[in-house]
């Protein structure tokens, strides 16, 4: 789904793990703590083979089992704190992983409820849903079990060589001669598994956006007969995606002998020497099954931390993908002292915002989504309380963007607005919200039933007042016919609804609210005639008393505003009452005359 | 079981592959196990003084020049060790990449089919279909199948392979020390059984949880704009947080089982090889053993833990597995269109009929009845009516997306059950109410049904769906993406989008699903003027809401709840007191403030 996601940096950059201290200073007791456990836990590891060693030469060579109960103990007493520190720090180090990402993610989630939609404008969902879901995931996942691998591997790893040179130093370092080649190369080989590894995943996301693609778009498919030219194009991706497995699978195919070989090779050394040094009596048979045990374990914690540093290379990428989201500042920002008056969206006092009567007015507003191309320049409006105001005009003349400024999704890129004489940035965001129905072209629904979806109005609202506000709309009676009534689920993004159910029940969204600001953005584009006219009247009633915007290319819904205005290239060009602007003969009257008297039957009646 | 057998066939034409796999991490295993064998020799009768009683090592250290010569050059044991982990290697590598070979064609199949069945599933799957869910099983699935045949079972025989390897090299040096090695095992097996039984469903759970978590954020997302609106911020929130929270809950919980399975199978595996140590130093001590037997006895209890522990853990994933085989075997399972089916590919005209037609979703609920009315070639066909009434329902009969229930449908004379389902639909262009654009370019998604075409085609398309003007201003013209990856366009936009897509392939039906209601009226006319040139090519259906948009059509159906309420132009509609003289009404009432004007 996303390109970006696989550029990841070539080096481990200090700078991005620093900057995750501060996400990680919460954790740092546990993670102390996990320190400490898989030290200890290292060492018992570390002296098993001692352990054997003791056995063999005390019991065997003297043979005399005088002391085995004190063995028996030891033993006993090692399997059990193992049994238990593995039990502690698997709990532990599990929690701290989905502790982690659940806050992490808590954190990412605020933070794009706080981003203005001028954040979204540019940013696909899947993008954002890579940083929310996988990348956290990887994030928390590296930490943590990295963490334990590397003091594991750490402690282990001191531990044997300790051991070894305390049996032997002479036959230690032998021994331990084939460290470094092995620490070299897994070094190499799990670099390049990795990179194996991203390029499976980059395909892998292209897997499934195709997969995306294939089944939100079978219905278009469909129509189109492309499925063959599909399939043709997927089994591209497949392939290739076979094509760089298999080639990943053959890299670890040939680290996993190279290192084992190369461990044979200790092996074998301390056998040659080892069984030379017993037949001269230098060392004891234990010490040389001690040396032969522990050139078995040293590889696995050196295959380890190998791992680790790789995939730290790879959790980095997401380090930095998640926290430039969690660093993104929004744009559009209730500033300190309207916060501390008011608290923020998600602890809003709302008692203590003021009701809107709904004046509204732009003060020399200019606008820009881009900077060099003005959408809006120096444009002013008064709206009083209560009306309503229609805006008419081409795709990208500008009517969109003055709904947007005055919803507060975008904020003047100078002037300002002001509601009720106040500047509403000097008010918190969800001042205009709280008080605002909003009918959107696409209505988007959540998942749920219809009663969910309208209370998400007015969440204290009572099913009376719910099925009021559906009689209002005129969706009463299509849901009551419906299998579960209100009750019914309408599915993902209320998919299980046509167009024109769907932009009902957001309309009894919006009403249930009772809001003193309305906007209509082509909210009844997919209702039928009738259906319209009869909301039309309810929208009229509605209307009334509220300041409210309506955007329409349906002329109908537009000639019962108050006031309309005729936007061209961000300046209003007309302005006045349905019939003011008939009289005018102007842009107004054209559009209006193209249609509804291009019908040849109507003057004949 | 039945598990696997369901997946018996996937495994076509890769079986020999699986067979050699597995033949070869079973050598590989043999070779391990007879590591222990060397050291144990070497330690009793190099440097001790043993006679050698096994006759294979005997044959071969008087290959290698006998007892002697070796007590005085020990590297050549060293040499033997290392040339037999060289011999397990090369198994291994072999091991690697034939797995890797057989499992990744599985799953490249495998995903290719549930590509091509996803797609061929009918039109009434997709409208009812849940993305989320049906993408996970695409690829997380497939992945965990993927692994299961790739790592999993071959792992499983190798176990088992070196298992029976060591069980036989373990009896062969002396029974009794065997049955004290094995005593444990088979608790530990059934350990990790039981366990393996327990976890399933917590695993599912949890993938469940994390499926919903997906889910709220992804709604959250592409609803922002509501969201926002409405003030939900904090609602939003709490929706997020319990769907968060839970999911933690339910992998701590997770973990936790894990954490008791693993420190558990630990501590049983560590009590083993304390077993044999004590055990084995008994032996020594009495003389039934030698001390290399013991240190072949404690290598074989220690090669023995990891494969019982990874048992465990192979045994959960195999649980994963059985799942994932169930979830996309459920997918495949539902039958496809018959797309290919061998009907009659007649020269499309479009002449067309309707006799008696009556169509269900369900079997029970009529949504269409006896609707009858014909259709010249090249003809304009308008339908409008409420919300519900069943005009997408008639106008999907045509492509086939659906077959009616009764009646007939005749294309040029012909039945068009009869007629091939692809070769239909390459002959009607269909307009969906909104429509999905693919994440390629602009051209692309334009010429979509027929890459060759020339950017002229592509241009002259996106004229007469008047978007052309609306490309030129993007920055990168006809080369912008659209789709997930690309700009978002307005659903007015995609609607035009739409339409130049469908006319470019000069279709002789054309069908508008209410595909101009989120374009401003000029617009719409523009439109219908350019199509309107087209006129005698194309037989044209018009679903629209708008009088303006339908009135020229040469015939204009009115539908209410399922059947035809009225028919005509639209003179004749207005002569007639009815639905559509009424929409009529509401929608010219306004007739009036022009006159006056």
């Given at each position: 789904m996303d390109e970006t996601n696989f550029n990841t940096t070539k080096k481990l950059s200090l700078g991005v793990w620093r900057d995750f201290y501060t996400y990680l200073k919460p954790y740092k007791k546990r993670f102390i703590k996990l320190i400490v456990m898989m030290v200890l836990l290292g060492i018992i590891d570390a002296s098993f083979p001692m352990l054997a060693k003791y056995a063999i030469d005390e019991f065997v060579r003297n043979g005399s089992m005088d002391g085995l109960p004190l063995f028996i103990g030891a033993y006993l007493s090692a399997v059990i704190s193992l049994s238990l520190l593995i039990f502690l720090f698997i709990r532990m180090a599990g929690r701290l992983e989905t502790t982690m990402a659940h806050d992490i993610r808590r954190l990412g989630f605020i933070r794009l409820q706080e981003l203005p939609l001028s954040y979204y404008d540019n940013k696909a969902v899947g993008w954002l849903m890579a940083r929310m879901t996988s990348d956290v995931t990887r994030l928390s996942e590296t930490i943590s079990w990295g963490i334990v691998d590397l003091a594991w591997g750490l402690a282990i790893m001191t531990g044997i060589s300790v051991y070894m040179i305390i049996l032997n130093p002479v036959l230690a370092l032998i021994t331990l001669s084939v460290v470094p080649a092995l620490a070299v190369l897994s070094v190499v080989f799990q670099k390049k598994i990795l990179g194996a590894q991203r390029k499976i995943r980059k395909i892998n996301s292209q897997i499934t956006g195709a997969f995306n693609e294939d089944i939100q778009g079978a219905k278009t498919t469909k129509t189109l007969v492309r499925e063959d030219k599909n399939l043709f194009e997927f089994s591209h991706l497949t392939g290739s995606m076979k094509n760089q497995s298999i080639k990943a699978a053959i890299i670890s195919s040939i680290y996993l002998p190279l290192v084992i070989g190369l461990g044979s090779v200790g092996t074998a050394l301390a056998f040659s020497y080892g069984s030379g040094y017993i037949m001269e009596g230098i060392i004891t048979y234990g010490t040389l099954v001690a040396f032969i045990s522990y050139t078995a374990q040293f590889f696995e914690p050196i295959r380890q931390m190998a791992v680790i540093f790789a995939e730290f290379q790879s959790a980095q990428a997401s380090a930095e993908r998640v926290f430039s989201l969690l660093k993104e500042t929004p744009e559009i920002r209730d500033e300190g002292y309207v916060l501390e008056t008011f608290g923020n969206i998600f602890d809003?006092?709302?008692?203590?915002l003021p009701p809107i009567k709904g004046t509204i007015d732009f003060e020399n507003v200019s606008f820009s989504y881009?900077?060099?191309?003005?959408?809006?320049?120096?444009f002013n409006l008064s709206v009083k309380p209560g009306e309503t105001v229609a805006l008419v005009g081409e795709?990208?003349?500008g009517k969109s963007t003055i709904v947007n400024l005055f919803c507060r999704f975008y904020e003047p890129t100078s002037g300002r607005i002001l509601v009720d004489g106040t500047d509403?940035?000097?008010?918190?965001?969800q001042w205009i919200h709280n008080n605002l129905g909003y009918v959107l072209q696409s209505p988007h629904l959540f998942s749920g039933s219809i009663v969910d979806n309208i209370r998400y109005?007015?969440?204290?609202?009572t099913q009376d007042e719910i099925e009021e506000a559906c009689r209002i709309v005129n969706a009463h009676d299509f849901i009551i016919d419906l299998?579960?009534?209100?009750?019914t689920q309408v599915g993902e993004?209320?998919?299980?609804?046509?167009t024109g159910q769907k932009q009902l029940i957001s309309f009894a969204r919006a009403i249930i609210?009772?809001?003193s600001l309305f906007v209509l953005?082509?909210?009844?584009?997919?209702?039928?005639t009738e259906t319209e006219k009869i909301i039309q009247n309810a929208i009229t009633k509605v209307l009334t008393g509220r300041t409210s915007f309506v955007i329409a290319h349906r002329l109908s819904t537009i000639r019962s505003a108050d006031r309309i205005l005729v936007i061209r290239k961000g300046e209003i060009t007309e302005d006045g009452t349905h019939k003011e602007l008939l009289d005018k003969k102007g842009y107004y009257y054209r559009l209006y005359t193209n249609q509804y008297l291009d019908e040849e039957g109507i003057n004949e009646i | 079981m039945k598990q696997f057998k369901k997946l018996y066939p996937f495994l076509k034409g890769y079986r020999m592959i699986f067979i050699l796999a597995m033949l070869t991490i079973t050598i590989s295993q043999l070779f391990y196990a007879v590591g222990p064998i060397i050291l144990s020799t070497a330690i009793d009768s190099?440097?001790?003084s043993e006679p050698i009683t096994n006759y294979l090592a005997n044959r071969i250290i008087n290959a290698l020049g006998g007892i002697e010569l070796l007590r005085r050059s020990l590297w050549i044991i060293g040499v033997v060790i290392v040339l037999n982990t060289a011999l397990r290697g090369i198994f291994l590598y072999f091991k690697g990449f034939l797995s890797a070979e057989a499992s990744e064609n599985i799953s490249m199949n495998l995903r290719n089919k549930l590509y091509d069945h996803i797609q061929k599933l009918p039109y009434s799957y997709h409208v009812k279909t849940d993305t989320g869910d049906l993408i996970q099983r695409c690829t997380s699935d497939v992945e965990t199948i993927k692994r299961f045949l790739g790592i999993q079972l071959v792992e499983v025989a190798g176990s088992l392979s070196m298992l029976a390897f060591i069980l036989w090299s373990m009896l062969s040096l002396h029974v009794g020390m065997t049955i004290y090695s094995m005593a444990l095992v088979p608790v530990i097996f059934g350990f990790a059984y039981a366990f393996f039984k327990r976890i399933q469903r917590d695993f599912k759970e949890a993938d469940e949880a994390e499926a919903k978590l997906s889910t709220t954020l992804q709604e959250n997302l592409t609803g922002i704009r509501v969201v926002k609106a409405f003030g939900r911020e904090s609602f939003e929130l709490e929706k997020f947080d319990s769907d968060n929270s839970s999911y933690r809950q339910l992998v701590n919980k997770l973990i936790d089982n894990l954490a008791i399975y693993w420190s558990l199978s630990d501590f049983l595996s560590m009590f083993q090889v304390g077993v044999v140590i004590v055990a084995g130093t008994f032996m020594v001590i009495n003389e039934r053993i030698t001390i290399g037997v013991l240190v072949a006895f404690i290598s074989y209890v220690n090669m023995l833990i990891w494969p019982v522990r990874q048992l465990g853990r192979i045994l959960t994933d195999m649980g994963k597995a059985t799942v994932s085989i169930d979830r996309v075997s459920e997918i495949l399972s539902i039958?496809?269109?018959?797309?290919?089916?061998?009907g009659e590919e007649p020269e499309i005209a479009g002449e067309i009929d309707f006799e008696n037609v009556g169509f269900s979703y369900d079997g029970k609920?009529?949504?269409?009845?006896n609707i009858s009315f014909h259709v010249n070639k090249g003809d304009t066909i308008a339908i409008m009516g409420p919300t519900g009434s069943g005009k997408t329902t008639l106008v999907n009969l045509l492509p086939r997306l659906y077959d009616y229930s009764s009646g007939s449908i005749r294309i040029d004379g012909l039945e068009?059950?009869?007629?091939?389902r692809h070769w239909i639909r390459n002959n009607i262009a269909l307009v969906l109410q909104e429509p999905f654009l693919y994440a390629r370019s602009i051209k692309e998604n334009i010429r979509?049904?027929?890459?060759?075409?020339q950017e002229k085609s592509v241009f002259n398309a996106a004229k007469v769906a008047a978007i052309h003007n609306d490309i030129l201003?993007?920055?990168?013209?006809?080369?912008t993406m659209v789709g997930e990856r690309g700009v978002s366009l307005s659903g007015g936009q995609k609607q035009r989008m739409a339409i130049a897509r469908a006319i470019?392939?000069?279709?002789?039906i054309v069908i508008f699903d209410?595909?101009?209601?989120?374009?401003?009226s000029e617009t719409d006319m523009e439109i219908r003027k350019a199509l309107e040139k087209r006129k005698n090519v194309a037989t044209t259906f018009v679903i629209s809401h708008r009088i303006s948009t339908v009135s020229d059509a040469d015939m204009i159906i009115v539908l209410d709840k399922g059947t035809i309420v009225q028919s005509g132009t639209h003179k004749e509609l207005l002569l007639q007191e009815g639905l559509y003289k009424r929409i009529y009404d509401i929608q010219a009432s306004l007739e009036y403030d022009v006159m006056k004007a």
């Open positions: 809003q006092k709302k008692e203590l881009q900077p060099q191309e003005p959408v809006l320049k120096n795709t990208g003349s509403y940035r000097k008010m918190p965001i109005g007015r969440l204290d609202a299998e579960n009534g209100y009750n993004g209320g998919s299980l609804l046509s609210r009772n809001p953005d082509e909210a009844t584009s997919s209702i039928d | 190099v440097i001790g039958p496809v269109e018959p797309l290919v089916e061998n609920k009529q949504v269409l009845q068009l059950k009869n007629i091939d979509f049904t027929d890459p060759q075409k201003s993007f920055d990168k013209q006809y080369e470019i392939s000069e279709t002789p209410d595909s101009l209601s989120a374009v401003d």
